[in-house]
C-alpha cells in the first residue's frame, strides 16, 4: 500500500516539468503556423518566375514544339519553305557542305535553276548524287521539299511557286469501270486483306502507298510486287483495265483518308 502511495505521489518539480511540457508543445505548434503564415505572405509579393521560364523555353522551340510536340494526334502541319530549310536543307546548303550549291550563291545555283523547277524538284524529292533523297528527312512530305527547293532557289534569284506534279484525276466512268475490274480480279485478295494485301478502304496500308504516287502503284499492279500477283493473276487482263482498277483502289483510300481528317481535325481544336 505504501508503495503505491509512493509511486502516485506528485512533487512540485513534476508538476513544474509537466505543465511546461504541456504548454511548449501547442506554442511550438503556434510558431510555426505564424511563420508559415509569414512565409505565404512574402511568397505571394514576389512574381512566380516558372511560368516565365516555361514561355521563354516555348518560345524557342516554336517551330518543332507547334506542330510535332503538344498533340502526337493532331493532323501534320506542313513546314513553310523557310522552316524546311532551317531544320533540314540548311544542314548542308548554308555552308555549302559536300558541294552543296550554297544558299543565296548566285553562282551556285544560276546552272541548277536554268534546269527548271521540275528537275530540281525530282533531284531533292529522289536524291541526286550527294544530295540526299528529302534532305536526308524521309518525314518531310512532297509539299514541304518543294517548298524548299523554292525556299532556296527564289533565294538565289529563280521565281518559282512549290506546285507539285499533279496526277490525272479519274472521270465517275472510269472509275465505275475500275471498280468492276477491281471486283473481278482484285477484290478476293483486296477485300479480306488475303496474304497481306492491303485491303481496300484502309487509310493506314494505304497512305505510305499514295505518297508513292500512281505510277509506282500502276507499274506495280501491272507487272506485280512482292506478294501482290501482276494483274491479280490475270493475264488476259488489258495494262488500262489494270490501271483503272488502281485508279479505283486509291480513289476508295484518298476518300476514307479526306473523310478521317475533319474529324481529326476537329478533335485538335
Ligand atoms: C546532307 C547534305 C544535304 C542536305 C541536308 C540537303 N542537300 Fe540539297 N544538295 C546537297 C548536295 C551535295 C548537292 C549537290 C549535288 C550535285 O549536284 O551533285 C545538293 C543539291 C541540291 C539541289 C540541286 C539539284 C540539281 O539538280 O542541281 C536542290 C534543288 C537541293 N539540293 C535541294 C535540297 C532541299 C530542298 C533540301 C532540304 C529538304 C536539301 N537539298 C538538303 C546536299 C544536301
Ligand atoms: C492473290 C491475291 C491478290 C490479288 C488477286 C490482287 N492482289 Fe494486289 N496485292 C496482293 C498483295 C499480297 C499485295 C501486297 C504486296 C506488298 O506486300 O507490298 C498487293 C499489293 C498491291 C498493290 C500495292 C503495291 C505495293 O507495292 O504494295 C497494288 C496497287 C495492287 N496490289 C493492285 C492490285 C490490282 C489492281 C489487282 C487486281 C487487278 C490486284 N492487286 C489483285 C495480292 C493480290
Not at 11 to 17: G, S, V
Amino acid at each position: 500500500m505504501s508503495d503505491l502511495h509512493q509511486m502516485t505521489k506528485t512533487t512540485p518539480k513534476d508538476f513544474l516539468t509537466a505543465t511546461l511540457g504541456g504548454l511548449f508543445a501547442p506554442g511550438l505548434t503556434i510558431f510555426m503556423i505564424v511563420m508559415l503564415f509569414l512565409g505565404i505572405q512574402k511568397n505571394m509579393g514576389q512574381p512566380d518566375t516558372e511560368p516565365v521560364a516555361d514561355q521563354i523555353v516555348r518560345e524557342r522551340i516554336k517551330p518543332f514544339g507547334q506542330s510535332l510536340a503538344i498533340d502526337p494526334n493532331a493532323p501534320k502541319v506542313e513546314l513553310t519553305g523557310t522552316q524546311v530549310y532551317t531544320e533540314v536543307c540548311g544542314g548542308c546548303h548554308e555552308s555549302g557542305a559536300l558541294d552543296s550549291p550554297k544558299f543565296k550563291e548566285k553562282a551556285d545555283w544560276g546552272k541548277r535553276i536554268a534546269q527548271g523547277y521540275p528537275t530540281l524538284l525530282e533531284h531533292a524529292l529522289k536524291g541526286y548524287n550527294k544530295m540526299p533523297a528529302r534532305g536526308g528527312d524521309p518525314e518531310l512530305s512532297d509539299l514541304e521539299v518543294a517548298r524548299g527547293v523554292v525556299y532556296m532557289t527564289n533565294a538565289a534569284g529563280a521565281n518559282f511557286e512549290a506546285i507539285l506534279k499533279k496526277e490525272v484525276e479519274p472521270t465517275a466512268a472510269e472509275l465505275a469501270r475500275g471498280k468492276t475490274v477491281y471486283v473481278d480480279n482484285c477484290a478476293y485478295c483486296h477485300d479480306s486483306g488475303l496474304t497481306g494485301a492491303q485491303k481496300l478502304g484502309d487509310a493506314q496500308a494505304w497512305k505510305p502507298l499514295l505518297k508513292e504516287g500512281k505510277d509506282y502503284l500502276y507499274n506495280a499492279a501491272i507487272n506485280g510486287s512482292f506478294g501482290g500477283p501482276a494483274k491479280g493473276g490475270n493475264t488476259k487482263l488489258s495494262d488500262a483495265d489494270t490501271r483503272l482498277a488502281v485508279d479505283y483502289m486509291v480513289a476508295e483510300a484518298k476518300a476514307v483518308i479526306a473523310a478521317a481528317q475533319p474529324v481529326k481535325q476537329a478533335a485538335a481544336q
